[in-house]
């Protein structure tokens, strides 16, 4: 396995991740000497992404998280497809534990009291979801999940939550001041924002734009926040490393592919 890889930016978790890279044996060059690109996240087709993509030698492999329309042009004007590694199930599965980290030091920062003994409604019981739940229960809080899947809701039982359909949320919301979204739909209108409690707060972690109506959230008086890229905002060198071992993974996984012919 070629094991020469660029890794682009100088952000910290960028930094981690080459770190975990040469330590775990690989050589970190230039893009026009690599074997592989190992670009930012949020990578986009202009600055340093868009050079060392023009730099690279056809045929190099080329990693992204989650790279825009642009930089997906120029790969393909060269003949390259990026790997989106934001997307791959280990790292999301991964992710889900920093995202869940960050988000429990934003509720401390936010709210005047304590997690122990606090009820908090959680949206959604997918991997942030069950990491976010999971330790708002494992420091005394009173968690409950809201859910569309029945399964989902069964699961958050079996983990010690409770658990209630989406559809109960009207009955729920007053009964919370801390609200965590997983779900990347309008989940949270103004109807529903109005049963909260003055200055509750509300932590949307679900992608952009989320699934909370901010305007509406402002007006009623609520602290409501939408909170991306936890990971590489909270824990930069965890971020990275996650990255690192996911990049190793994958180059493991297609070096044991057996060869066609």
């Known amino acids: 396995m070629d094991e020469r890889i660029c890794v682009v930016g100088g952000d910290a978790r960028q930094r981690a991740a080459a770190a975990a890279l040469r330590a775990a044996g690989c050589t970190l060059c230039t893009p026009r000497r690599a074997a592989m690109l190992l670009l930012p996240m949020a990578a986009k087709g202009e600055g ?4 060392a993509l023009l730099a690279a030698k056809p045929g190099a492999l080329v990693l992204a998280g989650r790279p825009d329309a642009a930089l997906r042009a120029l790969a393909a004007a060269r003949g390259q497809e990026p790997i989106d590694y934001s997307a791959l199930p280990a790292l999301a599965r991964l992710n889900a534990v920093p995202t869940a980290e ?22 959604g019981y997918g991997r942030v979801g069950q990491a976010v739940a999971g330790r708002l229960a494992a420091l005394g809080g009173v968690v409950t999940v809201a859910a569309r899947s029945s399964a989902q809701r069964a699961a958050a039982r079996c983990a010690g939550c409770r658990a209630a359909p989406l559809t109960a949320l009207d009955r729920l919301l007053p009964q919370t001041d801390a609200v965590v979204n997983t779900i990347p739909a309008p989940v949270l209108p103004a109807p529903l924002l109005r049963r909260l409690p003055a200055g509750a707060v509300v932590i949307d972690l679900a992608s952009a734009p989320g699934g909370t109506d901010f305007a509406a ?22 971020a990275g490393s996650l990255i690192a071992q996911t990049v190793l993974a994958l180059l493991h996984e297609r070096t044991a592919q057996p060869k066609e012919g």
Do not use: H, K, N
């Open 48 to 51: 340093a992404c868009r050079a």
């Open 102 to 123: 960050g988000c429990l030091q934003l509720l401390l920062r936010l709210r005047d009291r304590t997690i122990w003994e606090s009820p908090f409604l959680v949206l």
């Open 217 to 238: 959230a402002r007006a009623c008086g609520l602290r409501a926040c939408l909170a991306p890229g936890l990971p590489g905002r909270c824990a930069p060198a965890t």
